[in-house]
């Protein structure tokens, strides 16, 4: 039985990816500061502490894991990220995780780590056209993120590849793009848009209104969970490095986004625009690369998506 430590295994991603390698028959290790907010761990053992700590790293990465998923991070949705006032810790709490567990993995002889990036290590210039945004992996580089956050997921990124070449460690590194479904944070300033729309409508009553930041013409591109899962495993089992995109390539305007969300709740809301943290003007998911590499890209539509979404979001407002 293959065995797996997953690190931030408390979170959205880290709690459905300890379901996932489970149904896989892998032994799981979760670690996190909490335990999963919405449902119980499947992790067969899980460590509630902070990766910033060495000593408490030392006793999770105590054995030979065939596999770690670096997944643990101080993150959220624009509220959180884009308003400057978490900068330092977003960068000190983040880059401390990742040197720790990577030393680690090291030392204990791991044979396979996956490192969790961000579509936010793109160059903000190439994402100032919301209708033609440029994330190839290729384009990250001359280097200009968007946030702090971007700037630490940019950093780790080169910690985990000088690892692999100077300790022939086999790293993973895959850019996220926008990850959302049930079980996620829909409340409380750190969620992301398609949760935190989900939420508004869901509230609202018919023919109220929503707020949105900005003029709603910024686009993005989002992805559920489930295929986020799945492109984790296949460029896991392959034999790619990377960094490479799992995203969607089907962008939408924040406004279309919520039309959409009202069209799956059956409900129509009007919306006003307010002022607000953005982030860049357009993102969208380039998977040329994972196609070629891993022969398989994202193909769920995202209205699909978000009915699983809405209904779990909207029975979590009902049950206040």
């Not at 968007?146 to 086999?170: P, T």
């Not at 919520?258 to 943290?277: L, N, Q, T």
Request: glycine share 10%; charged share 25%.
């Amino acid at each position: 039985m293959k065995k797996a430590l997953v690190c931030g295994a408390g979170g959205f991603i880290g709690s459905h990816l300890v379901k996932r390698l489970k149904k896989e028959g892998y032994w799981v290790r979760g670690v996190d500061l909490k335990n999963p907010e919405f449902d119980k761990t499947e992790a067969d053992d899980f460590i509630i502490g902070d990766l910033r700590d060495q000593y408490l790293c030392k006793k999770v990465v105590d054995t030979k894991f065939d596999e770690i998923y670096q997944l643990a991070a101080d993150m959220g949705g624009a509220g959180y990220i884009f308003t400057g006032e978490h900068d330092a810790d977003v960068m000190h709490n983040s880059a401390t995780i990742n040197l720790n567990i990577l030393d680690l993995a090291k030392n204990m002889g791991v044979d396979k780590i996956f490192y969790s990036s961000s579509a936010c290590i793109y160059p903000a210039y190439n994402q100032e056209d919301p209708d033609n945004p440029n994330c190839a992996e290729s384009s990250a580089y001359p280097a200009a993120p968007d946030s702090e956050y971007g700037w630490e997921k940019l950093f780790s990124e080169r910690l985990y590849l000088s690892y692999a070449r100077n300790y022939n460690i086999a790293v993973r590194i895959a850019r996220f793009h926008n990850i959302f479904g049930p079980e996620g944070t829909w409340r409380g300033g750190k969620e992301k848009a398609p949760a935190a729309l989900c939420r508004k409508i869901a509230e609202a009553p018919n023919s109220g209104t929503i707020e949105i930041w900005g003029d709603g013409k910024q686009t993005r591109s989002f992805l559920y969970i489930d295929e986020c899962l799945e492109g984790i495993r296949r460029l896991v089992n392959s034999d790619f490095t990377g960094p490479v995109n799992i995203g969607s390539e089907e962008m939408v305007s924040i406004n279309q986004l919520a039309e959409m969300i009202m069209k799956v709740a059956d409900k129509k809301v009007s919306i006003k625009h307010i002022d607000g943290p953005l982030g860049v003007r357009g993102r969208n998911s380039d998977n040329k690369f994972i196609m070629q590499k891993l022969g398989w890209a994202p193909s769920l539509k995202l209205e699909d998506g978000l009915k699983k979404t809405y209904q779990w979001i909207s029975e979590q407002v009902r049950k206040g």
